[in-house]
T-cell receptor, first 114, second 113 residues
Framework: NAGVTQTPKFRILKIGQSMTLQCAQD?????MYWYRQDPGMGLKLIYY???????DKGEVPNGYNVSRSTTEDFPLRLELAAPSQTSVYFC?????????????FGPGTRLTVL | GQQLNQSPQSMFIQEGEDVSMNCTSS?????WLWYKQDPGEGPVLLIA?????ELTSNGRLTAQFGITRKDSFLNISASIPSDVGIYFC?????????????FGKGTKLSVKP
């Protein structure tokens, strides 16, 4: 099993550009999550999904969009990149709701918006 | 909103020493989790706690779910260089339609050989 994979690992965007962060898992988990991690801070939940076709906002959803057309994939879309979106983005998945039995994290995407 | 206060923010210890860190909240939770994040990687689950008062070990790591359900503690015995990283506590209330993890800001551990 590859677990949770994320691409790209690094990306530099100009203000106003858009991009999609890819996330895939091969553990057949229904629950998937997107977090952002700012320096010295914990993880903030952006969006989550409880299954294909179902997504919901987390704590910090503004400026982002998600879709979940398959169990495996959960891409995160930034439409108009802003410097405040400079962060490390982590995708995670879990077998149980909310990560009750623990969430499995990908290696992260480091995004810089200039 | 709900917050987890994790302390200390950072620790510098000598190899072989024991480490203690804790996580507190003004809210009650029914699940506490501890994660470790190595540099450049995603967090990895260390220990999960589901019952107030529960004490659980994973090798040299021991974590406790506080009796008030508002706190949790993580201890590392006989630290080694590979213990270096950021340790996060996380908590949630399961049940109902949804529940999601809330994370503390982390404790950065540095170990001097």
């Amino acid at each position: 099993n590859a677990g949770v994979t994320q691409t790209p690992k690094f990306r530099i965007l100009k203000i106003g550009q858009s991009m999609t962060l890819q996330c895939a898992q091969d553990m057949n988990h229904n629950y998937m999550y997107w977090y952002r991690q700012d320096p010295g801070m914990g993880l903030k939940l952006i969006y989550y999904s409880v299954g294909a076709g179902i997504t919901d906002k987390g704590e910090v959803p503004n400026g982002y969009n998600v879709s979940r057309s398959t169990t495996e994939d959960f891409p995160l879309r930034l439409e108009l990149a802003a410097p405040s979106q400079t962060s490390v983005y982590f995708c995670a998945s879990s077998y149980s709701a909310g990560g009750l039995s623990g969430q499995y994290f990908g290696p992260g995407t480091r995004l810089t918006v200039l | 909103g709900q917050q987890l206060n994790q302390s200390p923010q950072s620790m510098f210890i000598q190899e072989g020493e024991d480490v203690s860190m804790n996580c507190t909240s003004s809210s009650i939770f029914n699940t506490w989790l501890w994660y470790k994040q190595d540099p450049g990687e995603g967090p990895v689950l260390l220990i999960a706690l589901y019952k107030a008062g529960e004490l659980t070990s994973n090798g040299r790591l021991t974590a406790q779910f506080g009796i008030t359900r508002k706190d949790s503690f993580l201890n590392i015995s006989a630290s080694i260089p590979s213990d270096v990283g950021i340790y996060f506590c996380a908590a949630m209330n399961y049940g109902g339609s949804q529940g999601n993890l809330i994370f503390g800001k982390g404790t950065k551990l540095s170990v001097k050989p």
